[in-house]
């Protein structure tokens, strides 16, 4: 199993990542599978609003570097989370890297606790943080972006709250998430969804202006001689020949 899906709990259904072995990284069936429930969520009146949370110690890897997903199934699935008429919330208590990161900038809320940790190691690779851009950039202070997406730092839930990448820092994540959830479960459902489209306009009209050039640019990078030695390092486990 890649994605668990809940039975709505008073309106709220959680998705969980369910692919600890692997860390929960975006896979080509890990994407379809949360495209697919996004889609049936999205219809459903029971559903008030969505829950995305993990198994295991890391939320999300970013991008299955073995089995990789099509960079335009990754930008559907994200708009998707964006576009999404019911507000979508982070369950963040693991770590989180790379594509991870631009899954946690698409949602509308995230809360993540002490065990979680966050970095852009694209650069580390070979490739840059193209494709996910879209739903960081518009969502982190400036130069936090720079740094981190420069030098590929890890960095600690009480710096992504501060830099904008989550919501809130939260020692008891589930205890801050109790009225994040009862706001949600008492808000009218159109005004819900019409709220959530002024909230995501701007970072729509991102994906309606760059969305192609930035996965051209990713699928550039992924193809390039740094990133395959990159990726090949990466997998043995074994330094870069670019470190220096």
């Known amino acids: 199993m890649t994605l668990d899906v809940s039975a709505?709990?008073?309106?709220?259904?959680?998705?969980?990542?369910?692919?600890?072995?692997?860390?929960?990284?975006?896979?080509?069936?890990?994407?379809?599978?949360?495209?697919?429930?996004?889609?049936?969520?999205?219809?459903?009146?029971?559903?008030?609003?969505?829950?995305?949370?993990?198994?295991?110690?890391?939320?999300?890897?970013?991008?299955?570097?073995?089995?990789?997903?099509?960079?335009?199934?990754?930008?559907?699935?994200?708009?998707?989370i964006v576009e999404l008429p019911k507000p979508v919330v982070a369950r963040v208590t693991g770590h989180v890297r790379a594509g991870g990161l631009g899954l946690l900038g698409a949602c509308d809320i995230a809360v993540a606790g002490p065990e979680a940790s966050f970095a852009l190691t694209e650069v580390r690779i070979g490739v840059a943080a193209a494709v996910i851009s879209l739903t960081l950039l518009p969502r982190l202070d400036p130069s936090a972006a720079a740094r981190y997406h420069l030098t590929g730092e890890r960095f600690d839930a009480a710096e992504a709250a501060r830099i904008g990448l989550v919501t809130a820092y939260a020692q008891d994540v589930d205890a801050a998430l109790v009225p994040i959830l009862d706001g949600l479960r008492a808000a009218a459902p159109l005004a819900l969804a019409e709220t959530k489209k002024l909230l995501t306009a701007r970072v729509l009209d991102a994906f309606d202006h760059h969305s192609d050039a930035l996965m051209a640019l990713s699928a550039r990078l992924f193809g390039s001689e740094e990133a395959r030695e990159g990726m090949t390092a990466f997998l043995e486990r074994r330094e870069r020949p670019w470190v220096l």
């Open 8 to 80: 709505p709990a008073r309106g709220i259904v959680t998705l969980t990542l369910d692919f600890p072995e692997r860390r929960n990284a975006l896979s080509a069936d890990l994407v379809g599978a949360l495209a697919g429930a996004l889609d049936d969520l999205g219809k459903d009146p029971a559903v008030r609003a969505v829950q995305l949370t993990h198994t295991g110690t890391t939320f999300c890897s970013g991008a299955d570097l073995k089995a990789p997903p099509d960079p335009a199934d990754l930008v559907r699935l994200l708009r998707r």
